[in-house]
């Protein structure tokens, strides 16, 4: 196994010093290539059977054929979702496709951060406070004890969400296909309809695109909040922006939004921004967005790289003792 070859596509300066420094232990050459993976580079390490490719890179079919005629049989995605990647191709194509999982504390403690700020009202606080206005907002805040948060998806992060509520006192009640904690599970209408805060935590998929939509929105609690820190599609975000203006919701905080693609991760200050979702969401008073950055962590960081090395690495193995 030494001397393995891992192409790693789209790799940040950070993200390719932990790989140097990683990858001696596991016997591992890296090839490190900043710009993200695409038909122009897809033969820049054809000797390479696995890949690793990062979240932000849409990889089509058109690019998985150039992959495979560059020899490739691997690709690892530097991401929990492989919503990016077209999978159906992949799979017919014969190329494997894996996934990394991260210690999930980093998007949990994000996910609370947000939660906290919306029902704080921590935008408009601070937008005030920044134009010296120092008066208190008109609006008072919530306490998280008093309220009930409903948990969509109970993977690693949806337990690691409810844990950390479990410490503030709150109620938690939890929804996903498959019971795998000690919770208290209950129909998706009923969460909807009994919960002050919902928080979204399943995978993207066919049958969770919009899983939060008009219907859904309109058996929500009244004044109810919306946190989303799993994928931007879960949600309607037509839908979201209806039951924000019409007051049916008291809030939402959003780290992943619906065509966030070209803009999430670009510097736009110099470019006019043609997602309405966006701009209409931006200028409401209670809602927060951030860049798709819940897992941006020194500690998540190192788990991806470690284990996008370990998933190459079981690969080939498997390909040893085919």
Do not use: W
């Not at 790799?11 to 140097?20: N, S």
């Not at 009244?222 to 949600?235: C, D, E, Y």
Request: hydrophobic share 40%.
């Amino acid at each position: 196994m030494n001397n393995t070859g891992i192409t790693v596509y789209g790799c940040e300066q950070d993200e390719a010093d932990v790989f140097r420094r990683l990858s001696p232990r596991f016997g591992v050459m890296p090839t490190i290539i900043s710009d993200a993976v695409s038909e122009t580079n897809a033969i820049s390490a054809p000797c390479n059977q696995c890949i690793s490719v990062s979240h932000k890179s849409e990889v089509s079919a058109s690019l998985l054929l150039a992959l495979k005629r560059g020899g490739v049989k691997y690709i690892s995605t530097r991401s929990i979702g492989c919503n990016h990647i077209d999978t159906t191709a992949a799979k017919r194509m014969g190329i494997a496709i894996g996934n990394v999982t991260y210690s999930p504390d980093s998007v949990a403690d994000f996910t609370l951060m947000l939660m906290l700020m919306a029902i704080r009202n921590a935008k408009s606080i601070v937008r005030s406070v920044e134009k010296h206005d120092f008066r208190l907002d008109s609006v008072r805040g919530k306490v998280l004890r008093d309220m009930t948060v409903g948990v969509l998806g109970t993977g690693q992060i949806g337990q690691a969400v409810i844990e950390r509520l479990r410490a503030f006192g709150c109620r938690v009640l939890a929804y996903d296909r498959g019971q795998k904690i000690t919770a208290d599970y209950v129909p998706l209408d009923e969460l909807l309809r009994n919960s002050d805060i919902v928080t979204l935590h399943v995978p993207l998929g066919a049958d969770t695109h919009h899983i939060i939509g008009h219907e859904q929105m309109r058996g929500m609690k009244q004044g109810a909040f919306i946190i989303n820190t799993g994928r931007g599609a879960l949600i309607d975000t037509d839908a979201l922006i209806k039951a924000l203006e019409n007051g049916k919701l008291g809030g939402a905080a959003l780290d992943v939004l619906e065509g966030e693609e070209g803009l999430f991760y670009f510097d736009c200050t110099q470019k006019s921004i043609d997602n309405q979702f966006l701009l209409k969401l931006q200028r409401m008073p209670n809602v927060i967005i951030t860049p798709h950055t819940a897992y941006y962590t020194e500690q998540a960081l190192r788990d991806t790289v470690e284990n996008t090395i370990k998933n190459c690495l079981d690969f080939e193995r498997s390909l040893a003792h085919g």
